[in-house]
């Protein structure tokens, strides 16, 4: 509320055009934030012991990929499907 009374004096054109540039000034923290998810899951990844654990951080991965990196993603459900047979986990291999 507060940033929309500070432009209400300048013109509808004009506040378009300053909140592009807001928006446009928002976007690197965003992707930062993205990249810290996926980092700290990698992370846990490497450090984690071969159990549901492990399998849970590579869903997780999954949906993190699922839409920026398909096959990031399938490699990751591949991942899944075979530690799950391998530790006979019935629900990762779903």
Sequence with gaps: MFICSMFS???LR???RYRTIFLLLLLPAALRSQT?????LLSRLKQSEKDTTQIRIMYNLVRYYEKSNL????????KIRKLSAELKYDKGQE
Aim: aromatic share 10%; glycine share 6%; hydrophobic share 30%.
């Design 14 to 16: 004009g506040s378009r």
């Design 71 to 78: 096959d990031s993603a399938l490699y990751f459900l591949d």
């Design 36 to 40: 810290a998810e996926r980092d700290s």
């Design 9 to 11: 004096h300048l013109s």
